[in-house]
């Protein structure tokens, strides 16, 4: 740290008094949420609150012993400017779409699966790719229990659903929605729409053909159950589509009124985001006080995810702050050198997504978009920053935003949801890969390649 903390607390930029170690504790705990949960099953589930805690505290104690004032008042930043809201909308999603439940069975042909995830892929932007993924995993499993390939059907749907698809609005995954609270229009991530045809086009395509030629395979093999027979689908909780539109509305209103500002413990924060976030409680408690139980038992919901999530986001929103000090210095930080290696849109692209393939998409498009402010406007003032950059350099934060929320496929630890809907597939019998089986067999012959595809389209 600085070995100056009044030295520090009068520059406008603590980053360019940083140096690199300090991002040791975010990078150790964001390899604990990676590898521990693979290596150490049971220890992770036991006490992953207090491994949380720890680095967090490896960070704080030293950080506000050295820069005294300025330190603590970066730490109630985040948690109040940041921290909050993205926990508040996250639990809002999740406990509305906990209780809407599809009942019935689907058609199982690859015409019909390859339509179901399409329409999954383009709900994920407006109720999420966590809500969407709970929604729709189980009936897909469910028409499809007859097949004996359907490992397929499970890592598409990750693909498809629980990633690419979130990427048009700050309500499909969470690393734009922290774009959002940074000031970035709540369709400006339309941008990011050509890049998603693309992307989901290319992946659609491969899953039919790879289905359809199951799906024959299947058809002859006397061993098998005959199909299910469709039934008509029923939706139960469908009062929660309505507060969903809520949420929804209270997100835009946040990004269009203008009510000013009030300070709360020397932090700046918004009227009209303390309204979007009270009402999301609001609209969460209404789900939860009119759902059926019987909706929510259906749908195997329970707390522990969100819980999870809460906890394990609260030690990474403390552990980051150095690293987005250091890239918001720019040239000045710590990281200046490898910044400068980052000179065009397909750089950020890659970089953020190999990132967002082993740490949390969420951070890493956070990190990436500071280094962007770093880059093109060091020294100016956030607001202004984000402005000027959502107008004059579209390609490059539509490159930061495409990498963190597509590769977030490229694992399983890359997305929140791709371990829970791997989790439900399990659940129902469905073999699924390992972690290298996974990436090895699936994602880098299939996303890989569509990705490169994606960027020489796009870049030419």
Not at 55 to 79: D, R, S, T
Not at 281 to 293: D, E, H, I, K, V
Request: charged share 10%.
């Amino acid at each position: 740290m600085h070995p100056d903390p009044l030295l520090a607390a009068s520059d406008p930029g603590i980053g360019a008094h940083l140096p690199l170690w300090s991002i040791l504790p975010f990078a150790g705990l964001l390899l604990s949420i990676a590898l521990l949960p693979l290596f150490a099953y049971r220890f992770w589930h036991a006490h992953y609150p207090k491994v949380a805690l720890f680095w967090a505290l490896v960070l704080a104690v030293p950080f506000v012993n050295a820069f005294q004032g300025e330190a603590l008042h970066e730490i109630l930043h985040i948690y109040l400017a940041d921290y909050v809201p993205f926990i508040i909308l996250l639990w809002g999603l999740y406990t509305v779409a906990g209780g809407i439940v599809l009942r019935g069975v689907l058609p199982s042909t690859p015409v019909a699966n390859t339509l179901v995830l399409a329409v999954g892929t383009a709900l994920a932007s407006w109720i999420g790719t966590t809500g969407t993924s709970m929604l729709l995993i189980r009936p897909f499993l469910r028409a499809n229990a007859w097949r004996r390939a359907r490992v397929h059907l499970v890592v598409f749907f990750i693909f498809l659903v629980s990633n690419i698809g979130g990427s048009l609005t700050p309500l499909g995954d969470p690393p734009l929605f922290l774009g959002f609270l940074h000031g970035v229009p709540f369709f400006w991530n339309f941008h990011l729409l050509p890049d998603t045809l693309l992307a989901a086009g290319i992946v659609l395509f491969v899953f039919y053909w790879m289905d359809r030629r199951h799906y024959r395979r299947e058809l002859v093999d006397k061993y098998l159950i005959a199909p299910t027979t469709p039934t008509r689908l029923r939706l139960n909780g469908a009062f929660n589509l309505v507060l969903i539109a809520g949420i929804l509305g209270a997100v835009l209103m946040s990004g269009i009124w203008r009510a000013g500002d009030i300070t709360w413990l020397g932090v700046t924060l918004a009227k009209q985001n303390l309204v979007r976030d009270t009402t999301i409680l609001c609209l969460g408690g209404l789900s939860l006080r009119f759902t059926p139980a019987e909706s929510r038992r259906r749908n195997e919901f329970t707390w522990e995810p969100m819980r999870e999530v809460a906890i394990l986001f609260a030690g990474i929103f403390m552990t980051i702050i150095p690293a987005l000090a250091i890239l918001k210095a720019g040239t000045n930080g710590a990281l200046g050198p490898a910044l400068d290696v980052l000179d065009s849109p397909a750089h950020y692209f890659w970089v953020t997504g190999a990132l967002s393939s082993f740490l949390d998409n969420a951070p890493t498009y956070l990190a990436f978009f500071n280094s962007l402010l770093g880059h093109f406007y060091p020294g100016v003032p956030e607001r202004e920053a984000v402005s000027r950059l959502v107008i004059e350099h579209v390609p490059y934060l539509a490159a930061v935003a495409a990498g963190s929320v597509f590769m977030g496929a490229n694992t399983y630890i890359g997305n929140a949801p791709n371990f829970m809907v791997r989790s439900i597939a399990i659940e129902a019998g469905v073999k699924m890969p390992s972690f290298l089986g996974y990436m090895l067999r699936w994602s880098i012959p299939v996303l890989i390649p569509t990705f490169i595809v994606t960027t020489w389209i796009l870049t030419h």
